[in-house]
């Protein structure tokens, strides 16, 4: 595996792969993420995976400083998960003037759960995200369900700017005890650890009782509940939702009771870790 940290040893690298499949990442890389390499790999693509911790998408209180930057380790999961090419960029390379210049995410999309409770994430994100892709100009490009918003955010800009690219959206990595693998759940101490599990849980139960829902009041009447039974063990939830699969939007009457339209989102914190999971319903 080739490890590359300029764009122009990228580009470079890039003439002797005309197709690939990117895997874009924060580092920290756990077996979700490796997971994502090996969907990239059944493209039949050559792999790209990049590390990049993008300082765009935290906000002024959030874990920037702290997200853990482990790149030997990383670079060694990769190469073991038969990676092609990992483009590793500093900032200088990433941003060598101020990002003045940013992508607006359509608000309805990106202005609602982790967008509402995080100002300016997605903007982040997507600003990235869009300058990978003109980076490594993929043909495939492999996203975690885990973050559920994310995924449809970028599919979205992907079908808006009319990208070439294939976007494909891969189910959560999860410990044996449900958990969904995340970065964060490094910061949880072991009593943290133990009780983490809850979150998933409570989506479940909700997602359970959203397929039998009368109408929309008994819908958030349950999301209610569940929201409150979260904070009763502990949590600070910021949301527990029920929402569309195609748009994020709340569900309307008729979506009730119908095959494979509605997902439940939450995200909560734990101390001060803050978790995001999701379960499709
Ligand atoms: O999901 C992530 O790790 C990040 O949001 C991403 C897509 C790599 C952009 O920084």
New binding site residues.
């Given amino acids: 595996m080739r490890i590359l940290h300029t764009v122009d040893t990228l580009r470079e690298a890039l003439h002797a792969l005309p197709r690939r499949a990117l895997v874009?990442?924060?580092g920290n890389l756990h077996a979700g993420h490796l997971a994502l390499i090996e969907r990239a790999r059944r493209t039949g693509a050559p792999v790209v995976a990049?590390v990049?911790?993008?300082r765009l998408?935290f906000g002024p209180n959030e874990d920037f400083d702290r997200y853990p930057r482990t790149l030997q380790r990383d670079a060694e999961q990769l190469e073991s998960a038969g990676c092609d090419l990992l483009f590793a960029p500093d900032e200088a390379q990433m941003y060598p003037q101020p990002q003045t210049w940013r992508v607006l995410p359509d608000p309805a999309l990106a202005g609602v759960l982790d967008g509402a409770a995080r100002p300016g994430h997605f903007e982040?994100?997507a600003t990235?995200?869009l300058k990978?892709f003109q980076l490594v100009q993929p043909t495939f490009a492999v996203?975690?369900k885990k973050?559920y918003q994310?995924l449809l955010l970028?599919r979205d800009m992907v079908r808006q700017f009319a990208l070439p690219i294939d976007v494909i959206g891969l189910d959560t990595v999860r410990d044996a005890d449900g958990l969904a693998l995340s970065?964060r759940n490094g910061y949880l101490d072991p009593a943290q650890r133990a009780r983490a599990p809850q979150l998933r849980a409570a989506l479940q139960r909700l997602a359970d009782t959203a397929a039998h829902c009368a109408d929309l009041d008994d819908l958030a009447r349950h999301e209610r509940d569940a929201t409150q039974a979260l904070a009763a063990q502990g949590w600070a939830p910021d949301y527990l939702s029920v929402r569309r699969r195609a748009d994020l939007q709340p569900p309307r009457a008729d979506d009730l009771g119908a095959p494979r339209r509605l997902v439940v989102l939450g995200a909560a914190r734990l101390g001060s870790t803050r978790l995001i999971d999701n379960v499709e319903c």
């Fill in positions: 874009p990442t924060m990049s990049f911790v993008n998408q982040g994100v990235v995200v990978l996203f975690g973050d994310q970028v970065s």
